[in-house]
């Protein structure tokens, strides 16, 4: 006969080895974690993870001792995954997220405290969205302004490539949490993104709820490599192939960063994405930005709504910025306008047909000729992230008679007898300055076309008048804005008279 100490002795091992069978690999995905930001009303937030396949995993949300809801759910093959979408919350918080998984008789417990419920927003692109608050004008003041948006988390995703899409991330730098002097300056180019930071706490100014703020960029990186093999196809992009030009200073292979750095991210409930990228796209594929940027947004949105089970909005919220200007560019390369006039898929202005339910800020005029990090760096990313957010107030969230873009032109108009070309602008004019060069005719005669300066002339509440005596030919069609470095800071002829806003560059044909 066993005595029943030896018995006890024997299945008490046995119960703890159980219990770590059922702890192994049982876990939330990389970026659910304490102080995240989950989205709230009117969508539900996706909680998930891994677990063993064919276990059930019950998730709570509790705050103090009260469970405010139970989900259940199973681990599926072969992916080995658990999945479930909260009920819609209204914002604030502090919750705790409980996360138990059950096989038998084996049981284990995963918690997340301090979480909040408000909207979650996505900053990605390359090193002006990588830019930290270090490297910024007014570093010191910036750093020091955290103690009242302490509801404004942040994350920032690890630099990582992959070949194939990634389920979840391999790592990451920054894990969710209340901002610091430490983790918004952490170092130059890797946490916390200043635009992206930036623009969360102006949302908070204005909604006083809390913000989820996730940045994934890596600088020097073209397009192609943030966006699905799907959409590169979509425009003729078929070469999945390495390029080097001195734009692009970070992975250029094809799909990369989308495989690693955005893919992993597509069962979160989203409200939207802010983007600023184009300056490696300058010299690669640069005629195709027009259709690569726009397949891209609708990729990302695709993407991200069925990932969330339809919790993310099937056309939600993208925001971008507008290339801004640099100085060690060949001032006659027109590579910086063509992206700028691309990045609005030739519209010259957001929200359009092929561009629903986006907002751009215009940023041509905060050059920065001093920038430590070059020129092409440019560190006023305050003005940056505040006229995002107001396209933001504007297109995400609704705000009526909010002016969130410059002035835009309405109707041109050739008084050739005369030698002049009248510009008719949607909204009122703010003339900061006559500017001689700025504005381009083009002028044809035997069969040959050439760009020349049109001096602007007289001006109006709302109309600006050219003049194009410099033409002898027929005047073919008329830009703004249309070089690099377009004018100095913040002095660009035409803005909008109370927002402050710059007219956006354009460029448009003229016909009889």
């Not at 709230?40 to 019950?58: D, M, N, Q, R, Y």
């Not at 998730?59 to 093959?77: F, N, R």
């Not at 919350?89 to 705790?96: A, I, L, N, S, V």
């Amino acid at each position: 006969m066993v005595a029943p100490a030896t018995v006890f002795g024997l299945v008490l091992p046995l119960i703890l080895w159980a219990d770590r069978i059922a702890g192994i690999g049982f876990r939330f995905a990389s970026y659910i974690d304490n102080y995240m930001v989950l989205q709230k009303e009117p969508a539900g937030a996706v909680i998930w993870g891994f677990g063993i396949p064919g276990a059930t995993v019950t998730v709570s949300l509790c705050q103090g001792q009260e469970t405010i809801m139970k989900k259940v759910t199973s681990v599926k093959a072969p992916s080995d995954t658990w999945m479930v979408v909260l009920d819609p919350m209204k914002p604030g918080g502090p919750f705790e997220v409980i996360a138990q998984q059950t096989l038998e008789t084996m049981n284990s417990t995963l918690r997340v405290h301090d979480v909040l419920f408000g909207d979650v927003w996505l900053c990605s692109g390359q090193s002006n969205m990588q830019m930290t608050v270090l490297q910024i004008f007014n570093a010191t003041k910036e750093l020091s302004n955290t103690a009242a948006y302490q509801s404004v988390r942040i994350l920032s995703v690890s630099l990582t490539e992959a070949e194939e899409e990634l389920e979840d991330l391999d790592a990451v730098d920054l894990q969710w949490s209340k901002p610091s002097a430490e983790n918004l300056g952490n170092g130059y180019f890797t946490y916390m993104s200043a635009v992206c930071w930036l623009f969360g706490r102006y949302l908070y100014d204005t909604l006083q709820y809390p913000i989820g703020l996730i940045s994934s960029s890596w600088g020097g990186t073209p397009i192609e490599a943030w966006s699905s093999e799907r959409s590169l196809k979509a425009c003729g992009v078929l070469t999945k192939e390495s390029v080097l030009y001195d734009s692009i200073s970070g992975p250029s292979e094809h799909s990369v960063l989308w495989n690693a750095m955005i893919h992993p991210l597509q069962n979160m409930t989203l409200k939207g994405v802010v983007w600023y990228q184009g300056e490696a796209n300058i010299h690669y594929n640069k005629d195709l930005y027009n259709c690569t940027f726009p397949a891209l947004i609708e990729d990302w949105r695709q993407t991200f709504h069925c990932g969330s089970q339809g919790q993310t909005e099937r056309f939600f919220p993208f925001g971008f910025v507008q290339l801004s200007s640099d100085l060690s560019t060949d001032s006659t390369d027109d590579g910086f306008p063509q992206i700028r006039w691309h990045q609005t898929a030739d519209f010259g202005f957001v929200p359009n047909p092929k561009m629903p339910n986006t907002f751009m800020a215009v940023a041509m005029d905060l050059c920065d000729r001093d920038s430590p990090f070059g020129s092409i760096h440019p560190r006023d990313k305050q003005t940056v992230a505040y006229r995002l957010h107001l396209g933001a107030r504007a297109v995400a969230y609704g705000e009526k008679n909010l002016i969130f873009q410059g002035p835009l032109p309405e109707k041109i108009e050739l008084l050739a007898h005369k030698g002049l070309l009248n510009v008719t602008y949607y909204q009122k004019i703010q003339v900061q300055r006559q500017d001689k060069k700025i504005f381009e005719i083009s002028c044809c005669s035997d069969h040959q076309c050439k760009w020349l300066p049109a001096p602007m002339n007289t001006f109006s509440t709302q109309i600006l008048t050219l003049s194009i005596n410099s033409c002898l030919g027929t005047v073919a069609a008329v830009r703004y804005g249309w070089s690099t470095w377009p004018c100095e800071y913040k002095q660009c002829p035409l803005y909008h008279p109370s927002s402050g806003l710059p007219a956006p560059p354009f460029t448009a044909f003229i016909t009889d």
